[in-house]
């Protein structure tokens, strides 16, 4: 693991993968609650000529984060400028998932597009909670009120109220949780996870509207979406891809809110072919 010390002196780890040299830098963002370890075995298979970093966002993973850390998707934001600085000050191919689009499209507000080389957006919404002039949130209807709860039942027992919002069964969802190796694994993780700062990073998520920032993309984007995600309609593909100059969307039709690993042969292929299509761009300057 590598580390990055942040401008508010909280501890970032992240796993690199590759040489530096004359590499492009991929950097992938994982989703709320997940981590770094999540997209390693996509960056083993990086073309040749890439790089990864595979980052554990603040307060993910195993460092424990003092009590007033700031947990915000705006600090969030902060602490990608910052590592790109420090790995890859000419610039990077982001892929965010789920949360790690919102910090992306957060980062993008903030700091624009000049250090983005070309981005990778998972299954998400650039808005989470729904109201009477937006649908394209969560589940399609997890308003204010509806967040207001599961933020209660999140206080009251993180774990399986986590466990709830994967597997759509909160709130008199209808989904079904499966008693298998799996779930177990992931209650035990959530478990060794400090709650109440996930609880905040979760509530600065969905205080966030995005909207605005795709608009601000000026750089090659491709946009993959489950056709079967537990979170979002398909209308959230074409809503982003409409928002997003010359963007490209591929659809799975059979994967859910992880399209990479519902579809891993399939998704290491497309994400390859799109880091190729990027590879004049994307050669530092010996290389030109």
Same mark, same amino acid.
């Given at each position: ?64 984060? /003092? ?5 915000? %998707? ?5 602490? $990608?400028? =910052?590592?790109? #600085?420090?790995? &890859? ?101 959530? /478990? ?5 700062? %996930? ?5 600065? $998520?969905? =205080?966030?509207? #995005?909207?605005? &920032? ?75």
């Amino acid at each position: 693991m590598a580390n990055l010390t942040t401008s508010d002196g909280t501890n970032i780890e992240y796993l690199i993968h590759g040489e530096s040299g004359n590499a492009a830098t991929v950097i992938f963002l994982h989703g709320w609650c997940s981590n770094g370890f999540e997209w390693l075995p996509y960056a083993r298979e990086l073309p040749s000529a890439f790089r990864s970093l595979c980052w554990n966002a603040r307060g993910h993973g195993l460092i424990k984060v /003092s009590d007033d850390c700031d947990m915000s %998707l705006s600090r969030m934001a902060d602490d $990608l400028q =910052e590592l790109i #600085l420090k790995e &890859a000050p000419e610039g990077a191919i982001i892929l965010g998932h789920s949360m790690g689009a919102l910090t992306l499209w957060r980062y993008i507000e903030r700091y624009g597009c000049n250090r983005l080389q070309g981005l990778c957006i998972l299954d998400q919404t650039p808005k989470l909670v729904t109201d009477d002039d937006w649908s394209l949130g969560v589940y399609g209807n997890f308003d204010q009120e509806r967040n207001e709860r599961f933020c209660q039942h999140l206080t009251d027992d993180f774990t399986e109220t986590v466990v709830g919002l994967i597997y759509a069964t909160f709130d008199g969802g209808s989904g079904t949780i499966p008693d298998n190796s799996y779930v177990k694994r992931l209650r035990e993780y959530l /478990s060794s996870l400090r709650g109440e700062k %996930l609880l905040q990073c979760w509530q600065s $998520l969905t =205080e966030a509207d #995005l909207r605005g &920032a795709l608009a601000k993309i000026q750089v090659p984007t491709m946009l993959i979406y489950g056709d079967r995600s537990q979170f979002y309609s398909p209308e959230v593909a074409r809503w982003v891809h409409t928002h997003i100059d010359a963007s490209q969307l591929i659809r799975y039709s059979e994967a859910d809110h992880s399209p990479h690993a519902g579809a891993k042969t399939r998704f290491v292929a497309d994400f390859n072919g799109f880091l190729e299509s990027l590879s004049l761009e994307v050669r530092s300057p010996q290389q030109r």
